[in-house]
């Protein structure tokens, strides 16, 4: 079974590197720390306050919103102003994958399961939703039952049943006309003998594997376990769908709500606006408590222009990611200013793909050659350097259980400009005492040209000469690299790439990306295509695994894949985020990315 990869859909890097995959996840908290709230959301944790717990400030501070609440206010109305770079890539919750759309849903969508409204890694922990409780499995986890909680009603007032959240999940199996999300998750899991075509080719059938004996229980028979299911109950894709309003591929144009928010107008590419839903229940609902009437989304292409409007305080935040590169000067220079930025790690990895199955890589001594010359620093200070980063000496994010800050199996020198002579030494030892040559594919827009000039030069420094293997952003995850025979026929040796968990658990981070039964051709995201039975052994233990097991095998599994040499990790991604001083209760919600929560903003000329 293999997952999705969940698109960027922002910036700032991300804008002159679209399409990459990504989940965003915080970091700035101890990694014993979001150990403990992993181990606790693995089991569904002991449920959400009835507010964010999170350390609170009247007042502002940079990096305040990291893991406090800035501005807490119990103040309610007025209209929370969002602007982004584009559009998001469907509000239907069953075909949604960029990282910000996610945290939109939040808006207008329940699940079973959530994540806690808490800032830094306590917004990773699952929670119950539209669940009163979280998730209770058979001992090998293939069985999983929920009860809903009572008084659960749409936006037009029908009432939320278990039969609406299966038929949600069956419209998934519909992969000729819902695309796009995380579907592979539920359909490697829930697919019944026999196949199943979705509800439109097949409007008689049923998804036997999804039972609703009555309105408010719901159970999932499995095919396989997997420990981490609390956490695809907590996903959009998951969201109930009634029946009667379902408009096919046209649904996500106006999806009906379950949340405290409502369509009343999108116009894609140009503006969303939500207006409160009179049917929603606080009662109902602990992960939400918003306090504005009104959400505003405007999309702005020029990024510089949207920069000005924002720092002027004309608008809110960028839904979709943080300034540019050349607009954070301006605001580090001024103190008052820069007491409301954020400038937090993303839980996203940029890393070089290094490919085992072209020559002379085939050689891992060779690859090892690479990794050792590479020069991070130089590739760091392209992607913004400080602010745009931390150097990364290991694939596993800080958030995910298994991450060690000690753990660098390839030091590359105090600067981190590279060991070059542990590369050479590498070269002796592969037969290519001379260096080779080696093709290197990157996407031929924004700044990979720039990266493509600093590995070519950086290398070449012990003697390996790399060439150009470009392409266009739009099928370079898709075909070009994501293709194994494309790469084989290419000859592509090493390629840029980047990656985040779907959720924040060691399989939800590797699975796609390390196991050797995700390899598909096209449309591969384990682009070295790896197939390490130890590897594959630990993913497997995973789906089974205790939360108390999960950091140990988390750990484990990043020093086997690590002693492959097939992934080369250079940065963890860093955003640059300004919000206007006049946003209350505002935070950066791991759990949604590391966004901001915008269901729970409030402003200060609320009543």
């Known amino acids: 079974m293999s997952g999705g990869r969940r698109q960027i859909g922002g910036h700032p890097e991300e804008k002159v590197d679209q399409s990459m995959a990504i989940t965003r996840r915080a970091t700035s908290i101890a990694a014993v720390g979001a150990v403990a709230a992993l181990a606790l959301a693995a089991c569904g944790g002991s449920g959400s306050s009835s507010t964010p717990s999170g350390s609170s400030s009247s007042g502002s501070t940079f990096n305040g919103a990291v893991d406090g609440i800035v501005n807490p206010s119990d103040k309610t109305g007025g209209t929370l102003q969002l602007i982004a770079s584009g559009d998001v890539d469907s509000y239907d919750p069953a075909r949604t994958y960029y990282a910000y759309s996610w945290d939109l849903q939040r808006l207008f969508t329940r699940s079973l399961m959530g994540f806690a409204p808490e800032p830094g890694t306590k917004g990773t922990a699952v929670v119950p939703d539209l669940a009163s409780a979280a998730g209770v499995s058979n001992a090998d986890k293939t069985v999983w039952t929920y009860k809903l909680k009572s008084g659960l009603k749409f936006s037009d007032g029908t009432p939320i049943t278990s039969k609406d959240i299966k038929y949600g999940i069956e419209r998934l199996f519909a992969t000729d006309v819902i695309n796009g999300g995380p579907s592979s998750y539920y359909l490697g899991l829930l697919t019944p003998k026999g196949g199943y075509k979705g509800p439109y080719a097949d409007p008689t059938g049923d998804l ?8 408010s229980t719901i159970e999932f028979d499995l095919s396989s376990s997997f420990a981490d299911f609390n956490y695809l109950m907590a996903l959009p894709t998951s969201a109930p769908v009634p029946k009667a309003a379902d408009t096919k591929a046209d649904y996500g144009k106006k999806p009906v709500s379950s949340g405290p928010f409502m369509f009343q107008s999108y116009t894609p590419n140009k503006e969303t606006i939500w207006v409160r839903n009179p049917n929603w229940d606080q009662s ?21 222009d949207g920069d000005k409007r924002l720092l002027s305080n004309s608008v809110d935040l960028w839904a979709d990611g943080g300034i540019l590169p050349a607009s954070r000067p301006q605001v580090l220079a001024d103190p008052t200013k820069k007491a409301y930025a954020d400038n937090p790690t993303t839980g996203f990895t940029r890393y070089i793909a290094v490919m085992q199955t072209v020559a002379p890589l085939t050689n891992q001594a060779c690859r090892e050659a690479i990794f050792y010359a590479f020069n991070k620093s130089d590739y760091r200070k392209i992607r913004g350097g400080e602010t745009g980063g931390d150097i990364a000496n ?27 002579t542990m590369a050479k030494q590498k070269l002796t030892e592969c037969g290519q005492p001379n260096g080779f040559s080696v093709a290197m594919a990157y996407t031929n827009t924004g700044i990979g040209p720039q990266l493509f000039a600093s590995v070519q030069a950086n290398l070449a420094r012990v003697g390996i000469h ?52 995700a390899i598909v051709d096209p449309g591969n995201s384990n682009y070295p295509s790896l197939n390490d039975p130890k590897v594959n052994g630990i993913l497997s233990q995973l789906t089974k695994a205790d939360p108390s097991q999960t ?35 505002i935070y950066l919600n791991g759990g949604v990315g590391n966004y901001y929560d915008y269901v729970n903003i409030g402003t200060n000329d609320g009543k």
């Open 208 to 215: 036997s594997t999804v039972k609703t004996p009555d309105d």
């Open 551 to 585: 950091a140990d095998l988390g750990g484990q599994l990043d020093k086997a894949v690590m002693a492959n040499a097939v992934y080369l990790p250079v940065q963890f991604d860093k955003t640059f985020y300004y919000r206007n001083p006049r946003l209350t209760n």
């Open 394 to 420: 290991t694939m596993t994010p800080p958030l995910i259980p298994g991450y060690d800050a000690n753990f660098n199996p390839y030091p590359s020198g105090p600067d981190n400009t590279g060991d070059l």
């Open 284 to 304: 109902t609902d602990t992960i939400r408590h918003p306090k504005v009437d009104q959400i505003t989304l405007t999309i702005v292409s020029n990024q510089a």
């Open 466 to 517: 790399v060439t150009s293997a470009p392409s266009d952003s739009s099928n370079y995850y898709s075909t070009w690299i994501g293709s194994p025979k494309n790469i084989i026929a290419k000859n592509i040796g090493i390629a840029i790439a980047g990656w985040g968990a779907d959720f924040p658990t060691p399989y939800g981070f590797w699975q796609s990306i390390a196991n050797g039964n």
